[in-house]
């Protein structure tokens, strides 16, 4: 029998309710040092409130000035994230990062904009990518609703089709992304489960976005083998 893998939808990027359950956010984002024109680095600091470490997963959203996505990433238990993009240096980057820990009873929102500015010393300028103001965490959801809305997706890897299949309530949309931010795929829907084909795409990582009917999502790799 196939595997399923049972994905808590923890990513709510665009819902801005307090919960007054949780513990306040902290930390912030900075961006490492040594950054060039087409590649970021970004730290992570939200990470010495939430314990254990190895269950903090962070959703990063990374979009153009115009709202396009650019990168999509999961990551679990690290507090830094680099990605590449091909933006000129006179564009905003807008950074979207859901901190999710159930453990720690934490959903935090961490969203800023960066900016190519220029450090200006006697005999020389250095430049990198800087945030406009230190993003500062905010609760988004109450840590209930993020145990309420769970699903299965499998099989992860796929050669072909990959099941999705909501525990509680129904599936409103599915969009499915390239590593580049493209989006190459989406459908409307209002049902508990859907089968995506893969089939005729090629083999590497993809990001797939299930958004349900309340208008939680989440983003989760899927590798095409």
């Given at each position: 029998?196939?595997?399923?893998?049972?994905l808590?939808?923890?990513?709510?990027?665009?819902?801005?309710?307090?919960?007054?359950?949780?513990?306040?956010?902290?930390?912030?984002?900075?961006?490492?040092?040594?950054?060039?024109?087409?590649?970021?680095?970004?730290?992570?600091?939200?990470?010495?409130?939430?314990?254990?470490?190895?269950?903090?997963?962070?959703?990063?959203?990374?979009?153009?000035?115009?709202?396009?996505?650019?990168?999509?990433?999961?990551?679990?238990?690290?507090?830094?994230?680099?990605?590449?993009?091909?933006l000129?240096?006179?564009?905003?980057?807008?950074?979207?990062?859901?901190?999710?820990?159930?453990?720690?009873?934490?959903?935090?929102?961490?969203?800023?904009?960066?900016?190519?500015?220029?450090?200006?010393?006697?005999?020389?300028?250095?430049?990198?990518?800087?945030?406009?103001?230190?993003?500062v965490?905010?609760?988004?959801?109450?840590?209930?609703?993020?145990?309420g809305?769970?699903?299965?997706?499998?099989?992860?890897?796929?050669?072909?089709?990959?099941?999705?299949?909501?525990?509680?309530?129904?599936?409103?949309?599915?969009e499915?992304?390239?590593?580049?931010?493209?989006?190459?795929?989406?459908?409307?829907?209002?049902?508990?489960?859907y089968?995506?084909d893969?089939?005729?795409?090629?083999?590497?990582?993809?990001?797939?976005?299930?958004?349900?009917?309340?208008?939680?999502?989440?983003y989760?790799?899927?590798?095409?083998?």
């Amino acid at each position: 029998m196939k595997k399923r893998i049972a994905l808590i939808i923890a990513v709510v990027l665009g819902f801005s309710q307090i919960s007054k359950a949780q513990t306040d956010c902290q930390g912030s984002l900075t961006v490492n040092v040594g950054s060039i024109p087409d590649k970021i680095s970004i730290f992570h600091s939200g990470f010495y409130f939430a314990f254990p470490e190895e269950q903090n997963n962070i959703v990063w959203e990374v979009t153009n000035s115009l709202g396009e996505v650019i990168v999509l990433d999961t990551i679990v238990g690290d507090q830094h994230f680099t990605f590449n993009h091909n933006l000129a240096t006179s564009d905003t980057i807008h950074i979207k990062s859901l901190l999710t820990n159930l453990s720690a009873n934490i959903a935090c929102l961490f969203e800023g904009n960066l900016y190519w500015k220029e450090t200006k010393y006697p005999t020389f300028s250095i430049w990198n990518w800087a945030f406009v103001n230190s993003p500062v965490g905010s609760n988004v959801l109450d840590i209930e609703n993020i145990n309420g809305f769970m699903a299965n997706i499998y099989p992860n890897p796929t050669n072909d089709i990959v099941n999705i299949i909501l525990e509680k309530g129904s599936l409103k949309k599915i969009e499915l992304y390239s590593l580049t931010g493209t989006l190459l795929f989406n459908k409307e829907l209002k049902s508990e489960k859907y089968a995506l084909d893969l089939s005729d795409y090629n083999s590497g990582i993809y990001y797939l976005k299930v958004i349900n009917q309340d208008n939680n999502l989440v983003y989760t790799r899927i590798l095409k083998i």
